[in-house]
């Protein structure tokens, strides 16, 4: 099956750019989707198709794919921004499946 | 605005069943794919199963496999989840999640607020 990894923390200071990895085999021929969840509440869609941004999400929030990595950025990182962010394919090549990466805690120092 | 309400958890003893539930409004249930997504406690985000806007395409996860099943009635907007032969490490909160039009592969641009379901003796 499909495999997803991200790396378990990330850290930044207010104002500073953070970038949250995903990588997957081959992960730029398929569409990436971000989510962001926080203590206690559900998951919220930040980025889809790559880099497309739902309405309503600030455009610091972007995202990119490429060969085997994808990757969310968050420019100008704020407080409200700590939280987990995981990405999501859907994987057709044996059993269709969504797969979630295994998240990313982002602390703002 | 599109509302997702879950509805049915609660405490069930290894073996047993429940019935989850989503009532949907505020969009066109019958156009979209839907989905069930858990997060087993202090952990992340699992696919559990994704069913197509006409019931016609339905995919489970492997660790429900024969044990789940997902339906729907669009005519009520509603978005089920029978859980059989529970374990405990199917305790987790569970999340309904409206997938793309028509389609089942893509993004789960909406999610409901979820309900827990905790297997225990």
């Known amino acids: 099956s499909y495999v997803l990894t991200q790396p378990p923390s990330v850290s930044v200071a207010p104002g500073q750019t953070a970038r949250i990895t995903c990588g997957g085999n081959n992960i730029g021929s398929k569409s990436v989707h971000w989510y962001q969840q926080k203590p206690g509440q559900a998951p919220v869609l930040v980025v889809y198709d790559d880099s497309d941004r739902p309405s309503g999400i600030p455009e610091r929030f972007s995202g990119s794919n490429s060969g085997n990595t994808a990757t969310l950025t968050i420019s100008r990182v704020e407080a409200g921004d700590e939280a987990d962010y995981y990405c999501q394919v859907w994987d057709s090549s044996s059993d269709h499946q969504a797969v979630f990466g295994g998240g990313t805690k982002l602390t703002v120092l | 605005e599109v509302q997702l309400v879950e509805s049915g958890g609660g405490l069930v003893k290894p073996g047993g069943s429940l019935r989850l539930s989503c009532a949907a409004s505020?969009?066109?249930?019958?156009?979209?794919?839907m989905n069930w997504v858990r997060q087993a406690p202090g952990k992340g985000l699992e696919w559990v199963s994704s069913?197509?806007?006409?019931?016609?395409?339905?995919y489970y996860a492997d660790s429900v496999k024969g044990r789940f099943t997902i339906s729907r009635d669009n005519a009520k907007n509603s978005l089920y989840l029978q859980m059989n032969s529970l374990r405990a490490e199917d305790t987790a909160v569970y999340y309904c999640a409206r997938g793309p039009l028509i389609a089942v592969a893509g993004t789960l641009d909406y999610w409901g607020q979820g309900t827990l379901v905790t297997v225990s003796s």
């Open positions: 069913i197509s806007s006409s019931s016609s395409y339905i």
């Open positions: 505020g969009f066109t249930f019958s156009s979209y794919s």
